[in-house]
Structures are given as C-alpha cells and as structure tokens.
Nanobody, 118 residues
Framework: VQLQASGGGLVQAGGSLRLSCVVS????????VGWYRQAPGKQREMVAS???????DYTDSVKGRFTISRDNAKNTVYLQMNSLKPEDTAVYYC?????????????WGQGTQVTVSS
C-alpha cells in the first residue's frame, strides 16, 4: 500500500489549494485518513481527519476554511484549503489507517509543500 500526496504549491494569502492523497495497492480497506502539517521548527500537527463513514474533525485554526472529503471509489482523500494564511505554510502529509485482512496498519505519504505568501 502506498499513499501519494499532491497539490501543494505557492499561493498568495486569501488563495486556495486542493491537496489530494491517493491510496494504491491491493487487498486493503481505508479506515480513517488524516492530513497533518509540519512547519519549520514546529511539531507535526493534525489538520483534519475523516473516518470511513465520513465523520470529520478539524483543528481549530482551520475550521471554516478547510474541508476534508473522500472519494471511496477513487481511494482518494482531498483537503480543500480556502482563505489561506501565511501561518498555513508547512509541509502537508497524509496519513491513513489501512485494514489488510484483520490487521490495521498506519501509513504515511510523502509530504507536499504549501507556501502562503503575505
């Protein structure tokens, strides 16, 4: 199983970006998927998560601006980021709890850089 994150880039404050996390492999089921971010000199923090049933959770600083969604047919989770602020600048990572057989495994994708200029 592999996670491929994409969609980062450079955007001005107030702009938008959409991140994608594609899960590939065989014989798996995707449970909860989360987006995390890590800014220079800071700890990695959870930004948003979505369960297999579609329940979402967000860190307070992005509520009302970011939306996480999933397309189960495409094994893809999205993070729509609107009204971006310079403090959103970070490397964004997707994380997935993957069920293979009877065992759950934790997978991380490579990061995608998001830079918001003021």
């Amino acid at each position: 199983v592999q996670l491929q994150a994409s969609g980062g880039g450079l955007v001005q404050a107030g702009g938008s970006l959409r991140l994608s996390c594609v899960v590939s492999g065989i014989n798996f089921r995707i449970n909860t998927v989360g987006w995390y971010r890590q800014a220079p000199g800071k700890q990695r923090e959870m930004v948003a998560s979505i369960t297999s049933s579609g329940t979402t959770d967000y860190t307070d600083s992005v509520k009302g601006r970011f939306t996480i969604s999933r397309d189960n047919a495409k094994n893809t989770v999205y993070l729509q980021m609107n009204s971006l602020k310079p403090e959103d600048t970070a490397v964004y990572y997707c994380n997935a709890d993957i069920l293979r057989g009877l065992t759950s495994y934790d997978y991380w994708g490579q990061g995608t850089q998001v830079t918001v200029s003021s």
